[in-house]
């Protein structure tokens, strides 16, 4: 069975750029999770989607955004990229919400320069 | 808030041996907790997960343990092989997100 699949795997902006990284969960999944690797700040959680409503979401500032389609496939955005959006962004999707093992994709490594 | 810590932050350890990673956690409410392994530039692959009514999972050469009430857990990896050589990272669910730890560096060499 296929795993999670993230696009893209690698992407460079510049300060003020904006962009969008999709994730495709496990089929059947129906929970997706977002979450930012920094060497400094380890792993952080950014958002949770289930049902195509954003349930939760982490310590972050308006310019990251996301939604979740019917498909359970989802994006996040991020706008007027900042040097500190430099990051591993990583998606995981789980078949519930609460006690379900979490499967993560390979990630979408943004470089902001 | 939950704190998640891991020790020891590296760990280098010959082949062939048996070794300990520790994990330890602040609020014993949790849902369950997962391990993973991460390899340079890629994502987390899951090795196992421990619900919160269960003691201990094996898969493997690998055992993890949980107790809840003195918020610990340990993963144990039998007869290490080079392949093991990875960033191992707790991962405890006590609400909609799971807190991770720093990771532990495990170096094995040949």
């Known amino acids: 069975k296929a795993g999670v699949t993230q696009t893209p795997r690698y992407l460079i902006k510049t300060r003020g750029q904006q962009v969008t990284l999709s994730c495709s969960p496990i089929?059947?999944?129906?929970?997706v999770s977002w979450y930012q690797q920094t060497p400094g700040q380890g792993l952080q959680f950014l958002f949770e989607?289930?049902?195509?409503?954003?349930?939760n979401k982490g310590n972050f500032p308006g310019r990251f955004s996301g939604r979740q389609f019917s498909n359970s496939r989802s994006e996040m955005n991020v706008s007027t990229l900042e040097l500190g959006d430099s990051a591993l962004y990583l998606c995981?999707?789980?078949?519930?919400?609460?006690?379900?093992?979490?499967?993560f994709g390979e990630g979408s490594r943004l470089t902001v320069l | 808030k939950q704190e998640v810590t891991q020790i020891p932050a590296a760990l280098s350890v010959p082949e062939g041996e048996n070794l300990v990673l520790n994990c330890s956690f602040t609020?014993?409410?949790?849902?369950?907790l997962q391990w993973f392994r991460q390899d340079p530039g890629k994502g987390l692959t899951s090795l196992l997960l421990i619900q919160s009514s269960q003691r201990e999972q094996t898969s493997g050469r690998l055992n993890a343990s949980l107790d809840k009430s003195s918020g610990r857990s340990t993963l144990y990896i039998a007869a290490s092989q080079p392949g093991d050589s990875a960033t191992y990272l707790c991962?405890?669910?006590?609400?909609?997100?799971?807190?991770f730890g720093k990771g532990t560096s495990l170096l094995v060499t040949p």
């Open positions: 609020d014993s409410a949790i849902y369950n």
């Open positions: 991962a405890v669910k006590a609400g909609y997100a799971l807190n």
């Open positions: 089929s059947g999944h129906r929970s």
């Open positions: 989607y289930f049902s195509e409503t954003q349930r």
């Open positions: 995981a999707s789980s078949f519930g919400r609460y006690d379900g093992e979490l499967f």
